[in-house]
């Protein structure tokens, strides 16, 4: 240690050189003399090496920590032996090759007194120690290299740990990941940061700009500790109350790095920033307790690895807190370690508890899956049931209607035997009847009984062609006008004229049917037209002709015309013969709910109106 | 003089049955072929017997036209019809004819079957009107007074029933009585309800 040796002088201005330094060596008093000046004042520190004459290394190492810019002179007598310039915030160029950031080896031979002139500029405004130490370099290299090859294994750790996170989120996508991620580069870059390394790889022309970045990279692993655990422990949704307030931590980071980066950038003073960060502090322990009892109770057995990392966290700052308040600027130098050696288990818990999180997310899906399969088979087996009992059903009142059908059958070939039976009946008692009074016919020789039995048997016969007509199946329920009239007036022609010299005139269109209700008293009416105009009208007539015409009205309306042209005289003469004719004719025309009209012009001529 | 009607979609038959009833008893008859000349015969007839046939216009429409002429008529039914299944039958019964003849029927069957009735008829004149309906003749309140009358009620007696004093129902007998050209006196409108009391419904 050099620190008791040295004389030292302020130089306010930085106006002096070397030289004149060497020339005036009262200016300079004991170092333990030197008031206390400004923090970024010049000062120039003296001391005399006598080197010994067996030494055993040839270079001795000048070494201090923190100092922003130093310049090393060294005189033999008045003669400058070298000129070397280092410090903290020195430009990589400005550095001789066997020199570091932090020390210069000195040109030393053995068993020489030499003269040590130092001038040193502390720029960060802390007030400069001037802990510079004259060591082997082998001794020196060794210290190095413990401290090199620690932070190596610790960065190591944190690149790796890196890797994993972000290949994690990669992977899974699973947000938890990327704050993680953000967490882990914060504090990984401010532990990289804070041991010098990164002005090294990244500003080794520019130190001073590469500073700038420490402190931020703080925040932004903070920020990511902020969102963590913010979804982590679902605030937002779980405490909103609380989340309202804890909002404005993001916020708070930003402030506080901007006011950073505008000190630091126009003053340089890092002690200022420093104190400022210092009081930071608490207010972050206090944020990080208040979530830490809010949350406590409601956290599970992996949202709890979070808070632990938490509690590791906070250790932490307040063990580098309580160190930077004693030691200062020197607290940079162990600082790093120790978080990085923090950083390491926080990283382990928050993984272990993410993992453990994400192994409950997968005992939960599975849970659920089982339960949904379960739910589902429940389902299939209803199902299943359902189908059976349904088919079962289906089953039964297939047979039902098996049966339902068979009985049906059966019955219908009953009804069909009735009808057939019935029809048989029918036909045969008309037959019956038809053939009694033929046969009777030659017997009753008296002229009017004749003529009524021929009258009947003209109205069988009608029936019996009514029966034939209606009761044909394929033809349905109705009656051709046209086929009917014809086929019973050949009929009665039969009976009344036998030698057939009474012509029949027909128009009748083909398209005019009977309903089955009416037919009958339709044949019955004609039948009795017949009957009168073939007994009386035609007596010794020359040429006997029936006109029957009819024609539809309306829809419903049917209008048919039967005339004669015989002696219309004879209606007079046998005014009884009609008694039983034309009330019977009114009688089924009413039946029929029609109208009728007797007129006389050659013959006699009967119109009738009915609704078909 | 017994008031016959003939419901009878076969005129035929009608005539047949018209024959035989005119000869063997002594009554007036009307012919209907058809639900709608039924009910206009039976405002113009009040006939004191209905033959009807259950089969009219291709329907069992008999036993409903039945049923509802009972309503508004007082007479007896006499169904004659050729359904002779166990149902129709039954149905038949709960309109409560007086007789059920099946076709096939000649003049023995037909007169046997009208002859016992028709001598009810005569016997107890229960028949051949209409009933009163209310707001023809008489209002609603005074049906239900004579109603009250049949059932044997005095004057005090109809008043405390109908919650109307005794003079509002001296009034309405009086303008009951005024309605029937009875003499204004109590014997008369009693002995009036004796006789057509059947006719209140």
């Known amino acids: 240690m050099l620190k008791s040796h040295f004389l030292a002088l302020e130089d306010r201005k930085g106006t002096l050189s070397a030289t004149e330094l060497l020339k005036n060596p009262s200016a300079l008093v004991p170092l333990d003399a030197l008031p206390k000046g400004s923090p970024t004042s010049y000062y120039w520190l003296r001391t005399t090496l006598q080197t010994s004459k067996m030494a055993t290394d040839p270079g001795q190492v000048l070494s201090f920590t923190n100092l922003s810019y130093v310049d090393v002179f060294l005189y033999q007598g008045d003669s400058l032996v070298s000129h070397q310039q280092t410090g903290a915030f020195r430009g990589r160029n400005y550095i001789s090759e066997t020199d570091g950031r932090l020390y210069v080896t000195l040109p030393l031979e053995p068993g020489k007194t030499y003269s040590l002139l130092l001038q040193v500029h502390h720029t960060k405004h802390y007030q400069p120690i001037f802990d510079f130490t004259l060591q082997t370099r082998r001794s020196y290299y060794r210290k190095v290299r413990v401290k090199e090859s620690l932070d190596a294994a610790l960065q190591g750790a944190v690149c790796i740990f890196f890797v994993y996170t972000l290949l994690s989120w990669l992977v899974t996508r699973y947000r938890l990941y990327l704050w993680l991620l953000i967490f882990i580069t914060g504090l990984g870059l401010y532990a990289i940061s804070s041991a010098g390394y990164f002005i090294d790889w990244f500003f080794p022309d520019d130190p001073a700009t590469g500073w700038l970045f420490n402190k931020h990279f703080l925040d932004f692993g903070m920020l990511g500790l902020y969102l963590l655990v913010r979804d982590f422990w679902k605030i937002r949704s779980n405490y909103p109350r609380y989340y309202a307030w804890l909002k404005w931590m993001p916020v708070l980071l930003l402030a506080s790095s901007v006011t950073y980066i505008l000190i630091e950038y126009f003053t340089g003073n890092y002690s200022l920033t420093n104190t400022i960060q210092l009081w930071e502090h608490p207010l972050f322990m206090a944020l990080a307790i208040s979530a830490l009892i809010t949350c406590w109770t409601n956290l599970n057995h992996a949202q709890r690895y979070l808070a632990y990392g938490i509690i590791v966290i906070g250790c932490t700052g307040l063990a580098i807190t309580i160190t930077s308040l004693f030691l200062h600027e020197r607290s940079l130098a162990v600082a790093p370690t120790f978080g990085a050696i923090a950083i390491l288990c926080v990283f382990l818990l928050f993984a272990t508890g993410l993992k453990e999180e994400m192994r409950q997310h997968e005992v939960a899906k599975q849970a659920v899956l089982k339960e949904f399969n379960n739910l589902q088979q429940h389902q299939n087996i209803i199902l299943e049931k359902k189908v059976e009992e349904r088919t079962e059903e289906l089953k039964i009142s297939n047979r039902r209607l098996q049966k339902q059908k068979f009985m049906l059958a059966e019955r219908n070939a009953k009804i069909e035997t009735l009808i057939n039976e019935l029809n048989h009946r029918v036909k045969n008692n008309l037959q019956l009847l038809y053939s009694l009074l033929s046969l009777q016919l030659p017997i009753v020789k008296d002229g009017v009984s004749r003529d009524i039995l021929k009258g009947n048997i003209g109205k069988i016969r009608a029936m019996m062609l009514v029966n034939q007509k209606l009761f044909n199946f394929e033809n349905g329920h109705n009656v051709s006008l046209c086929e009917f009239i014809t086929e019973l007036a050949v009929h009665l022609q039969k009976i009344y004229d036998t030698k057939g010299q009474t012509r029949i005139q027909q128009n009748i269109p083909a398209g005019i049917q009977l309903s089955d209700k009416h037919t009958l008293s339709f044949g019955l009416i004609l039948s009795e037209l017949f009957t009168n105009t073939f007994k009386h009208a035609f007596r010794d007539h020359p040429d006997p002709c029936i006109r029957v015409e009819a024609l539809t009205l309306s829809d419903h309306l049917l209008q048919f015309v039967y005339a004669d042209n015989g002696n219309c005289l004879c209606e007079h003469e046998n005014q009884e013969k009609f008694t039983m004719g034309i009330p019977l004719i009114k009688d089924l025309t009413r039946q029929m709910n029609g109208q009728m009209t007797v007129s006389k012009d050659k013959g006699l001529s009967y119109s009738f109106t009915i609704p078909v | ?201």
């Open chain 2, 1 to 201: 003089m017994v008031r016959i009607l003939i419901v009878e979609d076969e005129i035929i038959i009608a005539r047949f049955i018209e024959r035989q009833l005119q000869s063997n008893f002594n009554c007036s008859t009307r012919i209907a072929v058809s639900s709608a000349e039924a009910r206009t015969a039976m405002a113009d007839v009040l006939p004191h017997l209905l033959l009807c046939d259950i089969h009219l216009e291709d329907e069992l429409s008999g036993i409903h036209l039945v049923s509802e002429l009972r309503r508004r008529y007082a007479f007896e039914v006499i169904f004659i019809t050729s359904y002779q299944t166990r149902t129709i039958i039954e149905q038949a019964a709960a309109a409560n004819p007086a007789n059920y003849l099946i076709k096939p029927i000649d003049e023995m069957q037909l007169f046997a079957g009208v002859q016992l009735v028709i001598s009810r008829i005569q016997s107890n004149g229960q028949t051949g009107k209409a009933f009163l309906q209310p707001n023809t003749l008489f209002s609603d309140t005074e049906l239900r007074i004579l109603q009250l009358i049949r059932e044997k009620k005095t004057t005090q007696e109809i008043a405390e029933t109908l919650h109307l004093s005794r003079y509002t129902i001296k009034n309405h007998r009086h303008a009951i009585c005024r309605k029937l050209d009875l003499r204004d006196e109590n014997n008369a409108l009693l002995k009036w309800v004796a006789e057509n009391g059947v006719f209140i419904k």
